[in-house]
């Protein structure tokens, strides 16, 4: 029996934040799952829920999810944060592996979610 986990998926594109949740959701149905949709958004959320996995998109108008990353790195040291994008140049990478977080290549697949979770499941 595995407790109750609260993922936080942070992306401008609703059908984004929907595929990810419904594969969250199929994956772990008793999980919760919360959304934002800037990097501002994010923090606001993760403040208030205390996620165990963030999923951040790194374009996004306003705060981008590296800024957004690299704020609750320093607020939450602890909290996993994946960063789930289309931007796969190499230093979107480099950054993303000195802040200690995880990078992952869009399209959102369920097999890229079930990889991301199953840190979690261990937990």
Wanted: net charge negative.
């Amino acid at each position: 029996m595995t407790s109750t986990k609260t993922v936080l998926i942070v992306d401008d594109s609703r059908v984004s934040r929907l595929m990810a949740r419904q594969y969250i959701g199929a994956l772990h149905a008793d999980w919760i799952v919360e959304e934002a949709a800037t990097g501002e958004e994010a923090l606001v959320k993760a403040r208030a829920v205390g996620p165990d996995l963030v999923l951040m998109d790194v374009n996004m108008p306003g705060m981008g999810g590296i800024a957004a990353a690299e704020q609750l790195r320093q607020e939450l040291p602890a909290l996993p944060i994946s960063l789930l994008t289309a931007n796969v140049q190499a230093a979107t990478r480099e950054r993303a592996t000195l802040l200690g977080i995880g990078f992952m290549e869009k399209p959102i697949t369920e097999a890229r979610i079930a990889q991301l979770l199953s840190t979690l499941e261990a937990a």
